[in-house]
Protein backbone atom coordinates (compact mmCIF):
# COMPACT_ATOMS: atom_id res chain seq x y z
CA UNK A 1 0.00 0.00 0.00
CA UNK A 2 1.23 3.36 -0.88
CA UNK A 3 2.08 5.28 2.21
CA UNK A 4 -1.39 7.01 3.08
CA UNK A 5 0.10 9.76 5.11
CA UNK A 6 1.22 10.93 1.22
CA UNK A 7 -0.98 9.34 -1.07
CA UNK A 8 -3.62 12.33 -0.93
CA UNK A 9 -1.00 14.98 -1.88
CA UNK A 10 0.76 13.22 -4.65
CA UNK A 11 -2.01 11.47 -6.37
CA UNK A 12 -3.22 13.97 -8.56
CA UNK A 13 -7.26 14.04 -8.17
CA UNK A 14 -7.49 12.15 -5.46
CA UNK A 15 -8.00 14.95 -2.45
CA UNK A 16 -10.98 15.98 -4.85
CA UNK A 17 -12.33 13.15 -6.02
CA UNK A 18 -12.54 12.23 -1.99
CA UNK A 19 -14.38 15.05 -1.18
CA UNK A 20 -16.67 14.72 -4.30
CA UNK A 21 -17.94 11.26 -2.98
CA UNK A 22 -18.15 12.77 0.50
CA UNK A 23 -20.45 15.69 -0.50
CA UNK A 24 -22.72 12.75 -2.64
CA UNK A 25 -22.64 10.57 0.35
CA UNK A 26 -23.40 13.20 2.70
CA UNK A 27 -26.29 14.69 0.74
CA UNK A 28 -27.69 11.10 0.15
CA UNK A 29 -27.60 9.00 3.37
CA UNK A 30 -26.72 12.05 5.51
CA UNK A 31 -24.15 11.94 8.52
CA UNK A 32 -23.82 9.56 11.51
CA UNK A 33 -22.49 12.08 14.24
CA UNK A 34 -19.48 13.79 12.58
CA UNK A 35 -18.72 10.99 10.14
CA UNK A 36 -20.20 9.02 6.79
CA UNK A 37 -22.29 6.03 7.78
CA UNK A 38 -20.50 2.55 7.12
CA UNK A 39 -21.88 2.05 4.00
CA UNK A 40 -20.96 5.54 2.95
CA UNK A 41 -17.00 4.44 4.08
CA UNK A 42 -17.37 1.48 1.66
CA UNK A 43 -18.24 3.42 -0.75
CA UNK A 44 -15.76 5.18 -0.66
CA UNK A 45 -13.02 2.96 -0.48
CA UNK A 46 -13.82 0.41 -3.14
CA UNK A 47 -14.47 4.03 -5.52
CA UNK A 48 -11.07 5.71 -4.28
CA UNK A 49 -8.92 1.96 -4.88
CA UNK A 50 -10.36 1.01 -7.86
CA UNK A 51 -10.33 4.79 -9.64
CA UNK A 52 -7.11 5.47 -8.79
CA UNK A 53 -5.59 1.90 -8.24
CA UNK A 54 -4.57 1.79 -4.61
CA UNK A 55 -5.46 0.13 -0.90
CA UNK A 56 -6.44 2.58 0.83
CA UNK A 57 -8.15 1.15 3.92
CA UNK A 58 -10.88 2.46 6.25
CA UNK A 59 -8.48 4.25 8.85
CA UNK A 60 -5.98 5.84 5.83
CA UNK A 61 -9.78 7.31 4.88
CA UNK A 62 -10.94 8.07 8.43
CA UNK A 63 -7.29 10.02 9.58
CA UNK A 64 -7.67 11.86 5.96
CA UNK A 65 -11.41 12.70 7.09
CA UNK A 66 -10.13 14.08 10.72
CA UNK A 67 -7.62 16.08 8.98
CA UNK A 68 -9.39 17.71 6.51
CA UNK A 69 -12.10 18.41 9.89
CA UNK A 70 -8.89 19.75 12.38
CA UNK A 71 -7.59 22.01 8.71
CA UNK A 72 -11.59 23.51 8.63
CA UNK A 73 -11.96 24.31 12.37
CA UNK A 74 -8.87 26.27 12.00
CA UNK A 75 -9.63 27.77 9.02
CA UNK A 76 -12.83 28.55 10.41
CA UNK A 77 -12.01 30.31 13.13
CA UNK A 78 -8.73 32.86 11.46
CA UNK A 79 -11.99 33.52 8.99
CA UNK A 80 -14.67 34.33 11.74
CA UNK A 81 -11.72 36.56 13.67
CA UNK A 82 -13.12 40.41 12.59
CA UNK A 83 -11.55 42.42 10.40
CA UNK A 84 -12.19 40.15 7.47
CA UNK A 85 -8.29 39.25 7.83
CA UNK A 86 -8.19 36.59 5.25
CA UNK A 87 -7.20 37.34 1.56
CA UNK A 88 -8.46 35.21 -0.93
CA UNK A 89 -6.05 36.51 -3.45
CA UNK A 90 -2.82 35.25 -1.68
CA UNK A 91 -4.82 32.34 -0.04
CA UNK A 92 -3.13 34.08 3.08
CA UNK A 93 -4.34 35.65 6.58
CA UNK A 94 -3.25 39.22 7.52
CA UNK A 95 -2.61 38.70 11.11
CA UNK A 96 -0.42 40.28 13.94
CA UNK A 97 1.53 38.21 16.10
CA UNK A 98 -1.13 38.92 18.69
CA UNK A 99 -3.65 36.98 16.77
CA UNK A 100 -1.49 34.56 15.84
CA UNK A 101 -1.15 33.96 19.94
CA UNK A 102 -4.72 33.89 20.53
CA UNK A 103 -5.42 31.33 17.27
CA UNK A 104 -2.98 29.31 19.34
CA UNK A 105 -4.42 29.30 22.57
CA UNK A 106 -7.82 28.51 21.37
CA UNK A 107 -6.52 25.47 19.08
CA UNK A 108 -4.11 24.34 22.07
CA UNK A 109 -7.53 24.82 24.42
CA UNK A 110 -9.72 22.81 21.92
CA UNK A 111 -6.67 20.13 21.76
CA UNK A 112 -6.42 20.06 25.19
CA UNK A 113 -9.97 19.31 25.82
CA UNK A 114 -10.56 17.02 22.90
CA UNK A 115 -7.39 14.79 25.07
CA UNK A 116 -9.04 15.03 28.45
CA UNK A 117 -12.87 13.82 27.23
CA UNK A 118 -10.77 10.73 24.99
CA UNK A 119 -9.08 9.92 28.42
CA UNK A 120 -12.45 10.05 30.46
CA UNK A 121 -13.81 7.28 27.47
CA UNK A 122 -10.83 5.23 27.42
Same mark, same amino acid.
Not at 69 to 82: A, D, E, I, P, Q
Given at each position: ???????????? +????????????????????? &? +???????????????????????????????????????????????? +??????? &?????? &????????????????? &??????????
Amino acid at each position: MANPHKVFTNTL +GLADRFIDICMEEIDVRHYKG &T +GLIPESWKRLEKDLNEEFELQLNHKALKNHWDDLKRKYLGWRYLNSKT +GNLYNSE &TGLFNM &TEEDWQDYYQARKYFLI &TIWNNFKLLS
